[in-house]
């Protein structure tokens, strides 16, 4: 019963009219504090995408990449919001929030474009806020840390799908 229940959920999700609202939901809700993976969901949406239009340069893939690094963008600044609304920093235990903290007082919003990355880059954007960086130019780092990181799973997916068609 709960088999067929959680079937009918996914296949409801996974149509294609409701494709690019999973990938925009699942991308912000990746890159926020809150647990999720929109790397399987992208690159499960994508590998779709590829086998019906069997192209890699198609306006829907283009699409998803777009609603993908949007989606992913809106959860890293309301990560970057929440870190503003912490209290000044000061000294900290963890080597993790040291490092992070050394390299974006270094490197300012450049190092925004490892945002990326799995766990640290969550922590840059929240810690970016923390410290009060530029806005605009920490949003346009994430932004292109975010974009290329769906041009690279693209880019990974499209030869394996190649390969199984």
């Not at 399987?40 to 993908?68: K, N």
């Not at 992913?72 to 903290?101: H, R, V």
């Not at 974006?104 to 190092?111: A, P």
């Not at 806020?129 to 530029?134: A, V």
Request: proline residues 4%.
């Amino acid at each position: 019963m709960i088999t067929d229940y959680l079937t009918s959920l996914f296949s409801l999700l996974f149509l294609s009219e409701h494709q690019f609202v999973v990938m925009f939901v699942s991308s912000l809700i990746s890159s926020s504090l809150l647990p999720g993976n929109s790397e399987i969901v992208f690159t499960t949406i994508a590998s779709q995408l590829i086998i019906s239009e069997r192209s890699l340069y198609s306006f829907s893939l283009f699409g998803l990449i777009a609603v993908a690094t949007i989606g992913n963008t809106l959860g890293s600044l309301i990560t970057f919001a929440m870190g503003k609304l912490l209290p000044e920093p000061k000294a900290q235990e963890n080597k993790y929030a040291d490092w992070a903290i050394d390299k974006l007082n270094r490197y300012g919003t450049l190092m925004l474009l490892l945002s990326w990355l799995p766990i640290v880059g969550d922590l840059l954007c929240g810690l970016a806020g923390w410290l009060r960086l530029p806005i605009l130019q920490s949003t346009i780092c994430i932004l292109i840390g975010k974009f290329a990181r769906y041009i690279v799973l693209l880019v990974g997916v499209y030869p394996i799908v190649k390969y199984i068609m």
